[in-house]
């Protein structure tokens, strides 16, 4: 998590556009990304020029080429070299500006070529600074915010989340780095993977997976093919939000998966047509929240009657699986406990008609400072013909951080590493009873239950046997006392009347 000098710093440049005109927090936070986007896109092409000049290899995907760039726009040519930030960073203020508006944020819409899913939702962005004394401001404040190297974007993202949210102009709040990876960790993505978040958002949990792989199958990537599907036919994603969509290709971008398959689109309409098409769903798709009926898929509402976003999406996810397709996606509690036909509905098609595997039940504190609502992960496997023979409840009451607005990290109460350990070792769960935090739940006993998937539902709390006196040895103990007041009375009365 983003540190209190980090926010400091976010802070003052944030200040910075407010002073120079800039009063609508969202065109802040988009001028924000473009620039801090061209400081960690030149920054990862440093540090592969670097390695490759160690190693004698040439760069893999280079963005910046030798030799110039034919702007398409004013058909002029500029050095690629002075389009990168540490060249232009150095330049006098009114030399930047031109450099930046009219070439570098150009050439930043091409980048990932022709009708790639980033020159999409590149193609309408406009740089709207125009004081080369405020561009000149800004870039130094980002030049300290990141002068340590290191991977912040999405840490300064989510504050910069947390600021709109804050002056009501923006509802989204990015799930938690560590709670996305904790996810990652649980499902182990792989190269056979096609994976799909249809609320992406900033890419959070496909960038993850992406790192995962990249990390656990390193070797198996230096073949051209895989490296060429890791690039282009792995990741997948939607969102309907088109900051959002820049946002996360510029993620996707700057982890080398240069041409994903992102969408800009409402997934739950008939606009998405994916069907039986992923091996793997990660998500953390918006709540509580409810749509048109016009604007939900037929297929959706002949699956489930609602209009609530979170029972959307799990239907949605369940139809765009594959048979056999993995799904953790986290759901508000009342998915879990809801009286509703639709929230039952729900319920009984992931017991009965898939495979559920897993429900985490996570503190109510996790999505501070955006939300106090308390959530869960369902994981789940489609099937489309059952297979739930008994589901695992696991209640996480620490994840590595106070649960109050300031998210202080406290790294000794920490449930995570717990939950990943257990949840790939399950023969050892089987003998744990219901007064442990994690356990097994028969799932004849949850269609008993009306399909509650709660934990508390069926954790057993055990209570201290109290042992009483008996009666007569209180009763004993009280004349005691009685006697020893009537005594101290006694001698009281005496000294008042000496």
């Known amino acids: 998590m983003i540190t209190g000098e980090k926010k400091q710093q976010v802070d003052a440049i944030w200040q910075t556009?407010?002073?120079?005109?800039?009063?609508?927090p969202s065109a802040i936070f988009e001028q924000m990304t473009y620039l801090l986007f061209m400081k960690m896109l030149d920054d990862r092409e440093r540090q592969k020029e670097q390695i490759a000049k160690l190693t004698g290899d040439t760069v893999d995907n280079p963005v910046f080429l030798p030799g110039?760039?034919?702007?398409?726009?004013?058909?002029?040519?500029?050095?690629?070299?002075?389009?990168?930030?540490h060249e232009f960073k150095e330049m006098e203020p009114a030399k930047?500006?031109?450099?930046?508006?009219?070439?570098?944020?150009?050439?930043?819409?091409?980048?990932?070529?022709?009708?790639?899913?980033?020159?999409?939702?590149?193609?309408?962005t406009v740089f709207q600074i125009t004081n080369p004394?405020?561009?000149?401001?800004?870039?130094?404040?980002?030049?300290?915010?990141?002068?340590?190297?290191?991977?912040m974007m999405g840490d300064v993202y989510e504050y910069m989340l947390g600021k709109m949210a804050a002056s009501g102009t923006n509802g989204q709040f990015r799930t938690p780095r560590h709670i996305i990876k904790m996810m990652v960790d649980l499902m182990q993505p792989t190269l056979d993977d096609k994976i799909c978040d249809p609320a992406m958002g900033s890419a959070g949990f496909i960038m993850e997976a992406a790192k995962y792989i990249a990390e656990n199958q390193a070797d198996e990537l230096l073949s051209i093919e895989a490296k060429k599907r890791y690039e282009t036919d792995i990741f997948?994603?939607?969102?309907?939000?088109?900051?959002?969509?820049?946002?996360?290709?510029?993620?996707?971008?700057?982890?080398?998966v240069i041409d994903p398959q992102l969408f800009y689109r409402n997934s739950l309409s008939d606009e998405n047509k994916d069907t039986n098409k992923y091996t793997l769903c990660l998500a953390n798709p918006p709540f509580a929240g409810s749509l048109d009926k016009d604007d939900i898929a037929n297929s959706l509402l002949s699956a489930v009657t609602t209009k609530k976003t979170e029972l959307l999406f799990l239907a949605l996810m369940m139809r765009m699986l594959e048979p056999g397709g993995r799904c953790a996606s986290i759901v508000p509690d009342t998915v879990l406990t809801g009286d509703g036909a639709a929230y039952k509905s729900i319920r009984s098609a992931l017991v009965d008609k898939h495979s559920l595997k897993a429900v985490i039940t996570m503190p109510s504190g996790v999505f501070q400072p955006y939300s106090g609502v308390s959530t869960a992960i369902i994981i789940f496997t489609k099937t489309g013909t059952g297979g739930t023979d008994k589901v695992w409840f696991y209640d996480m009451r620490a994840d590595g951080f106070s649960l109050t607005t300031q998210r202080t990290p406290q790294p000794d109460r920490n449930d995570i590493p717990d939950i990943i350990a257990r949840f790939h070792n399950m023969e050892a769960e089987t003998s744990r009873d219901r007064k442990a935090q994690s356990f097994f739940v028969d799932a004849d006993e949850i269609r008993k239950n009306d399909y509650d998937l709660s934990y508390k539902r069926y954790h057993e709390v055990e209570r201290e046997i109290v042992k009483y006196d008996s009666p007569e040895t209180i009763i004993s103990r009280m004349k005691e006392r009685q006697l020893k007041i009537d005594t101290a009375f006694a001698d009281f009365q005496k000294l008042l009347n000496s």
């Open 17 to 24: 556009f407010w002073n120079n005109g800039f009063t609508q």
């Open 68 to 85: 110039e760039w034919k702007n398409p726009s004013t058909d002029q040519t500029v050095p690629y070299k002075e389009m990168r930030w």
């Open 96 to 124: 930047m500006l031109s450099r930046v508006r009219n070439d570098a944020f150009i050439f930043l819409r091409y980048i990932g070529g022709e009708g790639s899913a980033y020159s999409r939702a590149m193609e309408d």
């Open 133 to 151: 004394r405020l561009l000149s401001r800004v870039v130094e404040g980002i030049e300290e915010l990141t002068h340590d190297g290191s991977d």
């Open 236 to 256: 997948f994603g939607s969102d309907s939000d088109a900051s959002m969509m820049r946002i996360g290709c510029m993620n996707m971008m700057l982890h080398d």
